[in-house]
């Protein structure tokens, strides 16, 4: 609590000692990513009680915020959708209603939105509030032109437009066009021409009398850097999508030499961003920006809290004591993330061997293998219960038991995996969320290489792999399928006897798997590598 009364004492110094002619001061609220993770994250307690994260702790920051500052804008960069059970449970209705209840201005609309198509985000949205009686989503690139779609229309806009005092904001959103590939949008369609359509949304604005403009963007902290470096007119870009999780704004010289500011405050509500702007008829100068972290020091907003117990009561009495029931405990904290893949060395995570572990324990094959886009939560030392578990694999849903993807297995040629490992190579210089993570396997590879020709070599069992020679392999069913998707991999990949697992998610397995050794240990394997 400490920390929040300091954060809000700068703020009483800085608004009660300067004042300035046709100046606005204005705050700045924003999280992204949130990922239906309604409570509170680990290190649990002894009690099994999250320490960090939750709603409920976003619910503080922001009521205290509203009653102490008089501009408040309080913004969402998208992906609301899938990740905790919460979600499997609920389909999103609880966030977006928890949403309202807190004053969100805006939301950017973000790709998981459509990871169970288009009709489930709509009926999402309908179940949460009535068009116009909410917050409108925005995507400014969302093409909702087919029959089927445009009832999101009453949800979805280009963009809005928020005053204060003599400020007149406009913010507009744009959706990473990786949607079209790895979600669901379809009959709706992402416009891949960026930049176009953000000069087009940036001369509305300005028509329409905006004097600060924000993207409030859902295309990752890379494509923010390059849009703002080559589009002028953008004042803030609030960012999602990747996660990132800026301690101080990221500074961009436009083509104009002004400067473009760009946030993103992590994921799943462990941070809020908290940035505070004077504007005037000079333009705009950033005050001061603060990542506030979570932490227990922060308490939790009691009625939120309330409505999130509740949630779980429900979530228990069709899944059991996920969230009361221990099952195993971390030893230490296991890493979820690869970062800086160009960097000669060991990029494997702990939680990536963790899971692919958990898939050979569970079927036994030669290779198992997820990527770092399907890993989505670190494993945080302390007791673990099997809400922890969901939370590493939570990107997935079925139909059958609704707890995520299910798990495969089937053989590939030395031939087909080789291809495969290079295809997740394929955008190494951007993010880790197609870099295989793998279990009894090593391969080598060099970025420097041109995309295709990245593998140096791949071993099962010390030796070569022999592309003509067959290997069983684990993965979710996600994976599988895009492994035989001509769409996605252009190399057609010949998959031999596949298995569903159709009663065994990867969540299932893991948990299983975690409950199996009782205590966890952290490990880096050596099994990914870069050799240059």
């Not at 009691?302 to 195993?328: A, C, F, H, M, R």
């Not at 998610?505 to 948990?511: A, D, G, K, M, Y």
């Amino acid at each position: 609590m400490l920390k929040l009364y300091v954060y809000l004492i700068s703020g009483f110094f800085f608004f009660a000692t300067t004042t300035f002619a046709q100046t606005d001061t204005i705050t700045i609220l924003h999280v992204n990513d949130t990922h239906s993770c309604l409570s509170a994250l680990g290190p649990r307690t002894e009690s099994l009680e999250g320490t960090q994260g939750g709603i409920s702790r976003a619910a503080t920051v922001i009521e205290m915020m509203k009653a102490t500052e008089k501009n408040v804008l309080i913004l969402h960069a998208g992906d609301v959708f899938i990740g905790d059970l919460f979600f499997n449970k609920f389909f999103g209705v609880p966030e977006f209603q928890l949403m309202k209840k807190l004053g969100f201005d805006a939301m950017a609309v973000g790709n998981h939105e459509f990871d169970l198509t288009p009709a489930i985000l709509d009926t999402a949205l309908r179940k949460s509030f009535p068009p116009d009686s909410g917050f409108p989503l925005l995507s400014s690139n969302l093409i909702l032109d087919e029959p089927a779609v445009k009832p999101l229309k009453d949800y979805i806009f280009p963009f809005t437009i928020k005053q204060f005092g003599n400020t007149r904001i406009g913010i507009f959103s744009l959706l990473t066009p990786e949607t079209n590939i790895f979600s669901l949008p379809a009959p709706a369609v992402v416009d891949t021409n960026i930049v176009p359509v953000a000069l087009a949304m940036i001369d509305t604005l300005n028509a329409k009398g905006c004097n600060l403009i924000i993207l409030l963007s859902h295309l990752g902290i890379n494509y923010d850097r390059q849009l703002a470096a080559n589009v002028p007119g953008i004042d803030i870009i609030i960012g999602g999508h990747d996660h990132y999780a800026t301690e101080t704004p990221i500074e961009v010289t436009n083509p104009i030499g002004k400067t473009t500011y760009i946030v993103q405050a992590g994921a799943f509500y462990k941070y809020t961003g908290k940035m505070k702007i004077a504007v005037s008829p000079t333009g705009m100068q950033l005050l001061d920006y603060k990542l506030i972290h979570l932490d227990e020091t922060i308490p939790e907003e009691p009625s939120v809290k309330s409505i999130v117990d509740g949630l779980i009561n429900e979530i228990e009495k069709t899944w059991g004591p996920v969230y009361s029931k221990q099952i195993g405990y971390a030893k230490d904290y296991f890493e979820e993330v690869a970062k800086n893949l160009s960097k000669k060395g060991a990029h494997d995570t702990p939680t990536g061997n963790l899971v692919t572990d958990a898939f050979r324990w569970k079927t036994n094959t030669e290779i198992a293998i997820t990527v770092g886009g399907s890993t989505a939560q670190p494993v945080y030392k302390g007791p673990l219960v099997a809400a922890d578990a969901f939370r590493v694999v939570g990107y997935g849903f079925n139909e059958v038991n609704g707890l995520g993807y299910r798990i495969v297995k089937f053989k590939l040629t030395g031939a087909d995996i080789l291809a495969g490992l290079e295809f997740g190579l394929s955008m190494a210089e951007y993010n880790d969320e197609l870099l295989p993570q793998v279990s009894g396997v090593t391969y080598y590879y060099n970025l420097s290489k041109p995309v295709g020709e990245r593998i140096i070599k791949a071993e099962v069992n010390g030796l070569p792999i022999n592309p003509q020679q067959e290997y069983s392999i684990t993965t979710n069913e996600f994976l599988f399928h895009a492994l035989s998707d001509s769409s996605i991999i252009e190399r057609k990949i010949n998959v031999i006897a596949p298995y569903l697992y159709a009663d065994s998610t990867e969540f299932q397995v893991l948990s299983d798997y975690i409950a199996s050794q009782q205590k966890i240990s952290p490990e880096r394997k050596g099994n990914v590598i870069a050799i240059k």
